[in-house]
């Protein structure tokens, strides 16, 4: 598509529920990335796919997070039995490989989370 | 590691005032760096960026010069407006990796 596509835009759900976050990076992107933003706060780095490589999951909070990328593309980002502080507006990202071509990084809108 | 840190906000100015949100970087070799903004309500988008040393880019009115020897990306504006209210965010790819490293945001509010 001709953007990061992500879905739902927003989701309230209750504690302890599992909520799942859909990410259709832009075609011919293959790094895939997810982050976080808190109300107020900066971006928090959760998880890097690229390409084939096994993806970077340092930046996962808990092993309650998960993510899963499909064929080299759509991406689903998944936290089980959720929390109130995992509220917070989820943003995926991508952009094209290649060292030092100074690719540029593309966010969708996100998926805004809310745990009631 | 890698790390940009960036001036704390919020920055409140008063329209047609000067901006200056001071951006430095941690990382080896050369990385790519970059402004992203986030107007209110909306997803990141790209600013500027540069990508070596001495490059200056450059949008919609706003600069910023990546300074290797100062490891500085500060971003300007000579005259800023109320439509220039938003979270601005500076970032840097590594030369020979693909993750990108944010800056904590810098919150600019410009009063008419």
């Known amino acids: 598509g001709a953007g990061v596509s992500q879905s739902p835009s927003n989701k309230v759900t209750e504690k302890g529920k599992d909520v799942e976050l859909r990410c259709d990076p832009i075609s011919g992107h293959t790094a895939l990335y997810w982050y976080r933003q808190s109300l107020g706060q900066g971006l928090e780095f959760l998880i890097y796919f690229q390409g084939n490589s096994a993806p970077d999951k340092s930046g996962l909070p808990s092993d309650r997070f998960s993510a899963e990328r499909t064929g080299g593309s759509v991406s689903t980002l998944t936290i089980q039995r959720t929390q109130q502080e995992d509220s917070a507006v989820y943003l995926c990202?991508?952009?094209?490989?290649?060292?030092?071509?100074?690719?540029?990084?593309?966010f969708g809108e996100g998926s805004w989370l809310t745990v009631v | 590691g890698d790390s940009v840190t960036q001036m704390e906000g919020p920055v409140t100015l008063s329209e047609e005032a000067f901006l200056t949100i001071n951006c430095t970087y941690t990382?080896?070799?050369?990385?790519?760096l970059f402004w992203y903004v986030q107007y209110p309500g909306e997803g990141l988008q790209l600013l500027l960026k540069?990508?070596?040393?001495?490059d200056k880019g450059s949008n919609k009115g706003f600069e910023a010069t990546y300074r290797k020897e100062t490891t500085s990306f500060h971003l300007e504006k000579g005259s800023v407006q109320v439509s220039d209210s938003a979270v601005y965010f500076c970032?840097?790819?590594?030369?020979?990796?693909?993750?990108?490293?944010f800056g904590s945001g810098t919150k600019l509010n410009v009063k008419p």
């Open positions: 990202a991508s952009s094209l490989m290649g060292q030092g071509s100074g690719n540029t990084i593309y």
């Open positions: 970032a840097l790819r590594p030369w020979n990796f693909n993750k990108f490293y």
């Open positions: 990382a080896t070799g050369y990385p790519s």
């Open positions: 540069a990508t070596k040393a001495d």
